[in-house]
């Protein structure tokens, strides 16, 4: 078969499986994740990029600064999904930045910049569509209104669109802080002094709270008091609220500690986050039911009217992690048993160490209480050790032990001498555990930025992401990875937002043409494709059957494993610039599982599966020895490659 036609079949039977189902139906961990930056992605209607009584130096037409809004839409994510982009890709989920309204504008965020809020962080209305996002008719040609009805209508009409191909959106979501809604009256003259740092960051006050608080209004920035203020009717739905989010005595208004980003002391959950504004989570305090319920019904909109099929929640280790017991908990009751075995909620905490990362997924009352908190989260434990193997910033290479432990970490068993495994095991509403639920991924739009800067090739890039799509748990694409798309200002060490850019031009004539012609988008479209019909890709085993050892140069960059039980796939990464072995003089690698069971008997081979953009273009032969009851191979891969593997009868025992 010729590897055009070969594609086009894997992807024609990828697709069909996608849609065979509805998306809701779909078990998450089949799911391929596209995250986008919704702004960043494609500006496919011109019409809101200043809305009505906007500052209009907030927008940037060149789409050059990375601190204004560029012009990104509901509109040019519904024109790829009628093209047919993401079902090309292989991905199944979208999960979009947050599409409420924003405070548009902040004179002081991270380094003291001047910043707008693109990405969509930075909430005002928490039941209000932000204009930027919303067009003033559907693609049908209907006139939305412009209200809050219009605008929640356009997104509504995303989602079923979405769902028509097969695909679940995942929205990102905020507990934690909203925008900077209010000011700190540094200077006790009853005015916001706009041009004044101290009246948008107070300094950390870790005893009692900043009594000088006012409500910020600046329409021009859409800085307005934080809503909703009361229960509100919305496309003839009724959502109760208490009224929690526009009162001040819920927020914290502690001020600001710039290390309480890092913190693990109590600082993290009680500081503003920058100039935006903390709600007061602490269980105990007068509001905290009604914050709690307040969140629930908004975010149960979301899912029952609108259709969204999970959260991505934001900044969660700056949150009390009773809040999370308490919403998760309530969350899931108020949608119901059949409604809540169908969502997601994975959450954001930025660290590495499996011990805090998975401590989100058990409850503050276990082991009384063994249900899950939160179903899962971002792995940055695994983010972090792709980067040390690949990310290196030249032709060297890095140590694959780190990515086997991330997937250890993921183990039933509890670690060392604790006394529970790092991430809940017992099943969520959808039989799936924590571990299942794990969202593995390269790169993203915080400081760790994207995969590919200074230094690091578009085909280091290419095997990051297919060794994603190997990897036990839920996979997440980074909009723009799929034509490699690089941050030519970063460099490998340091943290940075200027990978932040406009992937697709609205000055094309069919901007989704030319990506996917990319050899990188069909690679992981190949590859994606493969992981939807092979079951073992999306299994829970893992074994590492081969690491490059350092004893010999002939394994350089070698990383071998195995995925599932049941008709098991083997993996083979070679990072290495040149080919390699799974194996060294007099020693080869043995093709077991986890218990150290023979993966195959003698009467069955080792069949290569075709990849074409990313494998061998001239597969060898794979000759097996045997010692004992344990078959071995040394298996010749060529440089920068991902090889899969599969066991077939031998036809010439």
């Not at 994207?450 to 085909?459: H, K, L």
């Not at 690491?547 to 008709?567: E, K, L, P």
Request: with cysteine.
């Amino acid at each position: 078969m010729k590897p055009a036609l070969f594609l086009t079949t894997i992807i024609a039977l990828s697709f069909a499986h996608a849609v065979a189902q509805t998306p809701s139906d779909r078990a998450w961990n089949e799911d391929i994740i596209y995250f986008v930056l919704t702004d960043r992605f494609l500006d496919g209607d011109a019409a809101n990029n200043q809305p009505t009584g906007s500052d209009p130096t907030l927008f940037d037409a060149a789409q050059i600064d990375i601190n204004r809004y560029h012009g990104g839409d509901f509109r040019g994510l519904e024109l790829a999904l009628q093209d047919g982009y993401f079902n090309d890709l292989g991905v199944t989920a979208l999960w979009i930045t947050p599409p409420v309204r924003n405070v548009w504008y902040s004179a002081f965020d991270s380094d003291d910049e001047p910043k707008t809020s693109y990405h969509g962080y930075w909430t005002q209305d928490f039941l209000d569509i932000d204009p930027h996002l919303t067009s003033p008719q559907s693609l049908s040609g209907n006139a939305y209104p412009d209200s809050r009805d219009g605008r929640m209508q356009h997104y509504k009409d995303l989602v079923s669109l979405a769902h028509s191909k097969g695909i679940k959106v995942i929205q990102d979501i905020v507990c934690n802080h909203a925008g900077s809604t209010f000011y700190y009256d540094a200077n006790g003259n009853e005015t916001f002094d706009r041009a004044k740092k101290s009246e948008w960051i107070q300094p950390f006050k870790s005893n009692g709270y900043h009594s000088n608080a006012n409500w910020a209004e600046t329409p021009k920035w859409n800085q307005h008091r934080t809503e909703p203020t009361g229960s509100v009717t919305i496309l003839g739905r009724q959502v109760v609220q208490h009224g929690t989010l526009s009162d001040l005595s819920s927020y914290g208004r502690k001020g600001m500690d710039p290390s309480s980003l890092g913190a693990a002391n109590g600082e993290e959950v009680e500081c503003d986050f920058m100039g935006l504004r903390d709600f007061w989570t602490k269980p105990g305090s007068a509001h905290f039911d009604d914050l709690v319920d307040d969140f629930v019904e908004i975010y149960a909109f979301y899912i029952e009217e609108i259709g969204v099929d999970g959260f991505r929640i934001d900044t969660v280790k700056h949150v009390h992690p009773e809040f999370w017991d308490a919403f998760t908990q309530r969350l899931r009751k108020r949608l119901g048993p059949k409604r809540a075995s169908q969502v997601i909620l994975f959450g954001e905490v930025y660290d590495g160490n499996p011990t805090t990362l998975g401590r989100y997924t058990y409850r503050q009352d276990w082991p009384q209480s063994q249900e899950p908190s939160l179903d899962s989260l971002l792995n940055f434990q695994y983010c972090y050790a792709i980067r040390d193997y690949l990310r290196t910033g030249n032709s060297s290479i890095g140590q694959a032990q780190n990515i086997e432990n991330a997937m250890r970490a993921l183990a039933p068993t509890p670690p060392h001498d604790a006394t529970r495994p790092y991430y809940n095991q017992t099943p969520g509403p959808d039989g799936l555990n924590s571990s299942q639920k794990i969202v593995n991924f390269t790169e993203n739009h915080d400081g760790i930025n994207r995969f590919r800067v200074q230094g690091v090739s578009e085909r280091r890039n290419l095997l990051a992401n297919a060794i994603t799509l190997t990897m036990p748990g839920i996979p997440s694409l980074y909009y723009g990875t799929e034509v490699a798309l690089p941050d030519p200002k970063a460099k490998v060490k340091d943290d940075a937002e200027t990978g932040r850019l406009t992937y697709l031009s609205a000055n094309q004539g069919n901007p989704f043409l030319h990506a996917k012609q990319n050899t990188n988008f069909e690679a992981i479209a190949e590859l994606a494709g493969w992981r939807q019909n092979l079951p073992a890709l999306t299994s829970t085993e893992i074994h590492t059957l081969w690491v490059d050892n350092n004893a010999s140069n002939s394994d350089d960059g070698i990383f071998a494993f195995v995925r599932g039980d049941a008709a098991p796939v083997i993996v083979v990464v070679n990072a290495s610039s040149r080919p390699s072995t799974t194996g060294i003089p007099g020693h080869s690698m043995s093709l077991i599982n986890s218990t150290g069971q023979p993966l195959l008997n003698r009467n069955e081979t080792l069949e290569q599966i075709p990849l074409h953009g990313l494998g061998d273009a001239s597969p060898q032969p794979i000759q097996l020895t045997w010692l004992g009851d344990i078959p071995q191979a040394r298996i010749k891969v060529g440089p920068e490659t991902l090889n899969l593997f599969r066991i077939i009868p031998d036809k010439h025992p």
